[in-house]
């Protein structure tokens, strides 16, 4: 899922035991999808980051379901001219990973990557940062935890990734973890701030700005204890803690969380039974009822 310009873009995944190309577009103003370009790879477990109103998709899993076919594939999207554009591919192939832009870079964290003892595949805490302006890979500190099927998002300038798995198993998710690690870019360090108060793997994340309602970290779904469920986890970071939000109707992970005007919407994913297309709306407690954010242009 991708935001560019109040409209989401539903890009790519997996349904039917194949793989996916499809690239939707959803404008909440009219309750309304339209079909637009196909992504060229199709593939399901990749990074999606928004660059200079470009979406790009990078990394994941091509073929059929449990053939762990990696790729390192960076596919760019221009939504005011519907059209893709291959970009560098990122150094290592790999899946389940998460991306985030900060600072006019994006920076690819965690994932499933090959591995050359059994099972050839194994959680990694590598971090590769992508310049879309020189379209060339770069590498940053490694994450404290190795883990794949994490969320991440920015806040105060710094990127957070929560939750996700280690120790792969076979009914495809690991140990689940409930940390909260973050890198500060300006020393090039990681460190772990409050742990989550649920473990969650394939959940989603996405902050809210601070217009129209407080600025927060939301962990929205995701597997807990071998079970989907529909929590919502809160993290505030002026105070470092977590509280919990209004559940969320439907109970899944794999899902898609986007904010748009500070309202969230999760899309699709999968509830242990079917794959999902459901679109649920969240509006955060307090919504305009915040103090106006003033910038001096």
Known sequence: MAMVNGRIYAIGGFNDNSTLSVNEEYTPGLNQWTEKSLMPTARTGFAVAVYDSKIYCMGGTIGEAGSNEYVGNNEAYDPVTDTWKTEASMPTPRADLSACVLNDKIYVVGGMAYSSKSPFYVETNLTEVYDPITNAWSTAASMPLAVYGCASTVINGKIH?????????????GDFVNSNQIYDPESNSWGLSANLPSDATFAAAAVTNGFMAPPLLYLIGGLNANSFTNAVQVYDAGNNSWSSGAQMPTSRAYLGVVEVNDVLYAI?????????????????????????LIQIT
């Open 161 to 173: 990734v929560i939750g996700g798995s280690e120790s792969f198993g076979t009914e495809g998710a």
């Open 268 to 292: 699709g994913g999968f509830d242990g039974t079917n794959m999902l297309n459901t679109v649920e709306q969240y509006t955060p407690e307090r919504y305009g009822k915040v103090s106006p």
